[in-house]
């Protein structure tokens, strides 16, 4: 079957622009997780969504950035105002959710950003 | 919360020779211990896990192995092929907050043919 899917692949942008990135998990996955991955590092937790709730928000590095997932489907993530630092791969993975017995998450291919 | 550390950074072995990579992690309430492959411009992908009511277990040449009381976990491949080749991610899941993966810092590792 399908597996997750996210868009752009790449994106290039100006610093201070804001960027909206896009991730459809695997049907029937009520989890969804985004994660950071920085140039030659590990990949770094950012925001949990079950359902259309986000119960833990711990790893947003800033304000400027947010989350929303709808219909239990979709989810974007949003930078505002990017910065240079902000340059990193963000992959989405998605699960079949707690009280399913699965922890297993299964990543997209990511979505490269650049901010110049 | 949740600590995962991993070693080596880098590993170059010969075709056919065996590669293991080692996880340490800080946080004894961790339950579900998986490993991902990241080729290049490509996702992570879910080669093997391991759940912490079990020491050891098998798929083929992969294989991992869970040492609870000393919370390490570890990934062995045999019969290394070139296209093993690729960037290994232990992580440990913090139980306490969702579920979400925290990982190490990874392990890049080279089969010469």
């Known amino acids: 079957g399908a597996g997750v899917s996210q868009s752009p692949s790449n994106k290039v942008t100006e610093k201070g622009k804001d960027v909206e990135l896009r991730c459809d998990p695997i049907?029937?996955?009520?989890?969804l997780y985004w994660y950071r991955q920085s140039l030659g590092q590990g990949l770094e937790f950012l925001i949990y969504?079950?359902?259309?709730?986000?119960?833990?928000k711990s790893g947003l590095p800033s304000d400027r950035f947010s989350a929303e997932r709808t219909g239990g489907s979709v989810s974007t993530l949003t930078i505002q105002r990017t910065q240079q630092e902000d340059s990193a791969v963000y992959l989405c993975?998605?699960?079949?959710?707690?009280?399913?017995?699965?922890?297993?998450?299964?990543f997209g291919p990511g979505t490269r950003l650049t901010v110049t | 919360g949740e600590n995962v550390e991993q070693h080596p950074s880098t590993l170059s072995v010969q075709e056919g020779d065996s590669a293991v990579i080692k996880c340490t992690y800080s946080?004894?309430?961790?339950?579900?211990f998986p490993w991902y492959k990241q080729e290049l411009g490509k996702g992570p992908q879910l080669i093997i896990d391991i759940r912490s009511n079990v020491g050891e277990k098998k798929d083929q040449r992969i294989a991992v192995t869970l040492n609870k009381t000393a919370k390490h976990f570890s990934l062995h491949i045999t019969e290394t092929q070139p296209e093993d080749s690729a960037v290994y991610f232990c992580?440990?899941?913090?139980?306490?907050?969702?579920?979400?993966?925290?990982f190490g810092q990874g392990t890049e590792l080279s089969v010469k043919p």
């Open positions: 993975a998605s699960s079949l959710g707690p009280g399913q017995s699965s922890y297993e998450q299964y």
């Open positions: 992580a440990a899941n913090d139980y306490n907050q969702g579920g979400k993966l925290i």
């Open positions: 049907s029937g996955h009520t989890a």
């Open positions: 969504f079950q359902g259309n709730s986000a119960p833990d």
């Open positions: 946080d004894s309430a961790s339950n579900y």
